[in-house]
């Protein structure tokens, strides 16, 4: 049971170029979260999928989208990567699709962009 | 005003003494909150989760809601070395979105 897993662990972008960052659960949950942590800003979130086939926007959705593929995953597109995007990314998951449960964590993807 | 405020520290306390962590919101966060950990480099794992005003006890850790005054803390009794960390709060909205908090760094010292 590996819980949260996130691909890549570390990923240097250039300014304007793409990437997906992949997320992936095995706990059977019906939410799935994206957040960046920035320093000195806590943990934000980007998007969130309340439950499979729905998405939603959470605080800062700008220059991301993102697909949630089936029940497991949940992955977060930059299409055109700007240098205000470097930061890390969590991705975290919870049983339920409202009420008061859990959110699990990812180990985070490191992104730099230069 | 944020939705979940939190005071950057660092805390520095002693081996064995308690650290007490505190935590404000705002009206618009609802009425569950949770403390997580988050060691250097490394991911949130949750701590402790507080719905009801009062406190909670779980081990060496004490979580402790106050509705009226609008504030959430964690107390560390026994503080030890692995205990350095940041520790984010953070409250729940609407459709369980959760909103933390910038994180307080804790220090304990041997």
């Known amino acids: 049971n590996a819980g949260v897993t996130q691909t890549p662990k570390f990923q240097v972008l250039k300014t304007g170029q793409s990437m997906t960052l992949q997320c992936a659960q095995d706990m059977n949950h019906n939410s799935m979260y994206w957040y960046r942590q920035d320093p000195g800003m806590g943990l934000r979130l980007i998007y969130y999928s309340a439950s499979e086939g729905t998405t939603d926007k959470g605080e800062v959705p700008n220059g991301y989208n993102v697909s949630r593929l089936n029940k497991r995953e949940f992955s977060l597109r930059l299409e055109s990567a700007a240098p205000s995007q470097t930061s890390v990314y969590f991705c975290?998951?919870?049983?339920?699709?409202?009420?008061?449960?859990?959110?699990?964590f990812g180990p985070g993807t490191r992104l730099t962009v230069l | 005003q944020k939705e979940v405020e939190q005071n950057s520290g660092p805390l520095s306390v002693p081996e064995g003494a308690i650290a007490s962590l505190n935590c404000t919101y705002s009206d618009r966060v609802s009425q569950s909150f949770f403390w997580y950990r988050q060691y250097s480099g490394k991911s949130p794992e949750l701590i402790m989760s507080?719905?009801?005003?009062g406190d909670k006890e779980d081990g060496r850790f004490t979580a402790q809601l106050n509705k009226a005054s609008q504030y959430v803390s964690l107390l560390i009794r026994d503080s030890q070395p692995s205990d350095s960390a940041t520790y984010l709060c953070?409250?729940?909205?609407?459709?369980?979105?959760?909103?933390f908090g910038a994180g307080t760094i804790l220090r304990v010292k041997s």
């Open positions: 953070a409250g729940r909205q609407y459709g369980n979105k959760l909103v």
């Open positions: 507080i719905y009801s005003n």
């Open positions: 975290a998951s919870s049983p339920k699709a409202g009420g008061q449960d859990t959110q699990y």
